[in-house]
Structure formats: C-alpha cells, structure tokens
C-alpha cells in the first residue's frame, strides 16, 4: 500500500499540513509511521479521518466533542445516542446563534431606518452605539 506524505494528505483531506501535525499533537489523529528520513507516512484511513475531523469542524463542533465522536466512529457496534446527543446540542447552539443573529439584523435595521442621513450630531447609528439602552433588543 502506498504510503502518503503529509502535504500530500493535506491536500487530499483539505486540511492544512499545520492542522495536520496539530491534530496529531493533540491526540484526534494517531502519530503516523515514519519513513527512514523521518518523514511522517500517512495511509487512507488517516485521511478519511482528517477529512472527518475537517468536515466536523466546519459545522462548528469543538474538539472535544469530536473527539468523543472519533471515539465512536471507531467502535461502529455501539448505540449512537452520544453521537446523537453531541448533535443536538450543537444544534441548540446554532439555533441560539441563529436568534442572536437575527435580534442582531433588527437592531441594525432600526438603526438605519432611523438615520436621516444628515450630520452626525443627528445620526440614529451613532445615538445607539453610544447608549446601548436606546437598542430595542438587549440581547444581541
């Protein structure tokens, strides 16, 4: 089997080769063989699981809950109710965000249906920035 150098498995997985060696440090990605010149040599498996790790990333999990996911990945016979539970709260989060977000968007657009466009001394956005207590939603 050939054997895969570490740009070469960035590449492949979309990961950047610093990532790559972080991974490894902390653990998410077992330390690869090595060749005689020292060279790190990587095998399929590994950029499946980099490209795991990349993609879980992306949707915003933290490393410790992809860890517990690599965990589980790793044993495919077990419940995936933890993997099912990590998920969930992740989407709790994104709905969170989601809310915040949009308090957010109807600040800023209340904000600047109240700008007149004229000076500064009379400029809604500047008012607001300045006296959070003017904004119609505290919790953005």
């Not at 044993?75 to 957010?104: F, G, N, T, Y």
């Amino acid at each position: 089997m050939k054997k895969i150098t570490i740009g070469e498995a960035a590449r492949q997985s979309g990961v950047k080769v610093p990532t790559v060696r972080y991974y490894e440090s902390i653990g998410l990605l077992a330390a690869p063989s090595r060749s005689e010149s020292n060279q790190r040599s990587f095998e399929p498996a590994d950029i499946s699981r980099l490209a795991f790790i990349r993609h879980a990333r992306e949707l915003g999990f933290e490393i410790e809950a992809i860890r517990t996911l690599l965990t589980l990945q790793d044993d495919p016979h077990q419940s995936c109710a933890s993997a099912d539970a990590i998920a969930k709260a992740r989407l709790i989060e994104v709905e969170q965000r989601i809310r915040s977000l949009m308090a957010l968007k109807a600040e800023l657009e209340i904000m600047m249906d109240g700008c007149g466009h004229g000076r500064v001394d009379q400029c809604r956005v500047i008012e607001v920035l300045a006296d959070h207590g003017q904004c119609t939603h505290p919790h953005h």
